[in-house]
């Protein structure tokens, strides 16, 4: 297959490359990390897993003699951190196909269930001798209509909707190259590196699926992961730097609207020409201002938070599901630092978030505690 020989060519100049000195890395490798590392329960859950695959392992030749022992721990760092996002890629590449899969086993499954041969097959629409006559499909044999059959040049048929889909899946696979190859490429090489780097410490590596491989190398380089975001590199680094930014602005906002509030407060108790319901009402509109504006400095800080904290989970490889309670938890420490006391908002102005997409999280957080927030803030400036 063509994307393996793309993975073997591309690989073998990385190993090539690896014998030599590396520069520094951005990052230090947290070797406490690595040798704290649970090898053993790894190990017992693959073997568990493994036995029923083992048969289906094949290793190249030239792999098997790569010779990865001289390799330092940095240089292996490296390597695999390579390796992770090649192994990232074909993981998404596995879900996008089967979601296509199932889309078509479903839409069989509904054609199987409603069959009718005086009705098209796919779209139910009535089948006419003169204005809709039915052609029959030359894979499935269903008769369907003339909108939902087509002339597949390639071998020169008629198919209908369905089974050219399902023909272009299969090219998307690759079935059309393993039915004529079916016990040769069947392994990836960068998945065989990997478990060439891993066989010391865990024998049973070699029997492995994709999905396990994944998660031992993102177990092994722990919390130094990098990340490719929007074409933008993304570390734990850069982003705790981007959320002191984020602070730092929010306090810049905070005082010159509590600079305004002050002064406005000041020139009305100072005034001695208001009567007294004029003052009352005039504090009471500076208040409101500052609350307005208070809040809307607020609710910016939250959206940048919610951002930034998403992309610091993606950059650790942790679950991002904790994202909204994390960010109400340094604005409240924020506002604290204000205040010059502990500030926790009250569950009540809390939005659970219902799903993982971004819009939603952003509610979950901006929905009613920058108000709360604001409210506490009024401390500060009466």
Partial sequence: RSSDLLHADGLAVVTRQCTHPLPAMETTIDTTYMQTFPWSQIESTIVRDSRENHNSIVRTGSLTSLDLCKFSEEERFQLLDVLKRDLE???MERNRLMKIRMELLNEDRRISISSNPSFCAICSNRLMVLFNQGRQCNLCKRIVCRRCSNHFQPIDDNLCSLCIRETFYKAMIGQWFYEKAPNRFTDY??????????RDRIPAVQCVSEDQLHQIVSAYLGPSRKAIINDQLVTPEIMMKVQAEQIRTFHRQYRA????????????QSSTELAEFQVDSRTDEVTANFIQQTRAALMQLLQMLCITVEKYNFSLGVEANQTSNEVLKIAEAEVGRIVHRRVKVPDD?????????LETLLASVTGSPEQFLAHVLLEDVS
């Fill in 89 to 91: 890629v074909r993981a």
């Fill in 189 to 198: 090489a960068s998945n065989n590196i990997v478990k060439k780097i891993f």
């Fill in 257 to 268: 609207v509590k600079s305004s509030a002050v002064a406005q407060l000041r020139a009305i």
């Fill in 349 to 357: 102005y809390i939005i659970e978030p219902g799903d993982d997409d």
